[in-house]
């Protein structure tokens, strides 16, 4: 069955480092795409970053970035250089063909990370 | 701003009623979705709609109803609403069905059922 896993309740991190956020997915389906959403505490859902399965490359958009390892099924968010607005819950999906009930989205549990100044 | 508008943004009501949930897609995009999103249940994807036609149904009640209008905006029709249906509903559109297509989530709707 499809499946994302995110093992990170919560995460804190300084002001100006980085962090990477964890997400895990299973899925028996060549072709998917796995997305990462933003929910801020205004509820939200803000669409950050996109990588497909058949994508060579790591996708990067500003200043996050997926590190993306087929083989292991994971599908990593990293925000380099965080900022206080960085503060917010994440969850990665997982998009399956359309033959899967519409290609809806798979989400993780999130991950509610906290930006400390 | 995603594109992706939802009406109204707060509704507050009682357990018996009804009510209906608007979603307006971007523009050219031919695919809704709608998804709930509890503290106990997380995101749910609930059911999706291409080019007016029903396509999937996920974890949908039969107290819950949709449509998708030939102006492809849609509603989501909750009725004998019960206190566990207190959640926050969310409309998401996209170009079609594919994986590689990025879904836009509207603002949402902040359901409250006293």
């Known amino acids: 069955a499809q499946k994302i896993t995110q093992t990170q309740p919560g995460m804190f991190v300084q002001e100006k480092e980085a962090v990477t956020l964890d997400c895990t997915y299973d899925?028996?389906?060549?072709?998917?795409?796995l997305f990462w959403y933003k929910q801020p505490s205004s509820g939200e859902m803000i669409f950050l970053i996109y990588q497909g399965s058949y994508d060579q490359q790591n996708a990067t958009e500003g200043r996050y970035s997926l590190n993306f390892q087929k083989a292991r099924k994971s599908a990593n968010l990293v925000i380099s250089a965080s900022q206080l607005g960085d503060s917010a819950m994440y969850f990665c999906?997982?998009?399956?063909?359309?033959?899967?009930?519409?290609?809806?989205?798979?989400f993780g549990q999130g991950t509610e990370l906290s930006v400390k100044p | 701003d995603s594109g992706v508008t939802q009406t109204p943004k707060h509704l507050i009501t009682a357990t018996g009623q009804r009510v209906t949930l608007r979603c307006s897609p971007r523009s050219g995009d031919l695919s809704v979705y709608w998804y709930q999103q509890s503290l106990d249940q997380g995101l749910q994807f609930l059911i999706q709609y291409y080019n007016g036609e029903e396509r999937a149904k996920g974890n949908i009640l039969e107290r819950f109803s949709a449509q998708q209008f030939p102006d492809l905006h849609s509603e989501l029709n909750l009725s004998s609403l019960e206190l566990g249906d207190s959640a926050l509903y969310f409309c998401?559109?996209?170009?079609?069905?594919?994986?590689?297509?990025?879904?836009?989530f509207g603002p949402g709707t902040r359901l409250l059922v006293l």
């Open positions: 999906a997982m998009r399956e063909p359309f033959y899967n009930q519409g290609g809806k989205l798979i």
């Open positions: 899925t028996s389906d060549p072709s998917y795409g």
């Open positions: 998401a559109s996209s170009v079609g069905q594919r994986p590689q297509e990025t879904q836009y």
